[in-house]
């Protein structure tokens, strides 16, 4: 069953450049079971990520992977804040896809 993960970001100040360029050189779609990839900017700094993935077996054996990129990153973001750390990670199974 498809699965998806999201995961929320934000940049610090004059880091944007930087944050998009490490997210170009990552190769999200060498990573087995993984589909589509996107990074969206959802506001000022603010960014999501957001992963397409045959099963959520393929995402769990993505995350060491996934959290080697994160650590590139860890320099550059900000700190969400009420307890959510750097980034605010989401993951699960479809239950409903609609097409166009």
Not at 8 to 30: N, Q, T, Y
Not at 84 to 89: F, I
């Amino acid at each position: 069953m498809t699965a998806m993960n999201v995961v929320h970001m934000r940049v610090k100040p004059g880091k944007e450049d930087e944050f998009v360029a490490i997210h170009k050189k990552f190769e999200a779609g060498k990573m087995p079971g993984g589909r589509n990839f996107w990074v969206m900017k959802s506001g000022e700094r603010s960014y999501v990520i957001v992963g397409e993935w045959d099963s959520m077996d393929a995402l769990a054996a993505a995350r060491p992977t996934m959290i080697e990129n994160l650590d590139k990153l860890r320099p550059i973001l900000e700190d969400l804040g009420g307890g959510r750390g750097l980034t605010e990670p989401w993951a699960g199974e479809v239950v409903v896809e609609m097409g166009r």
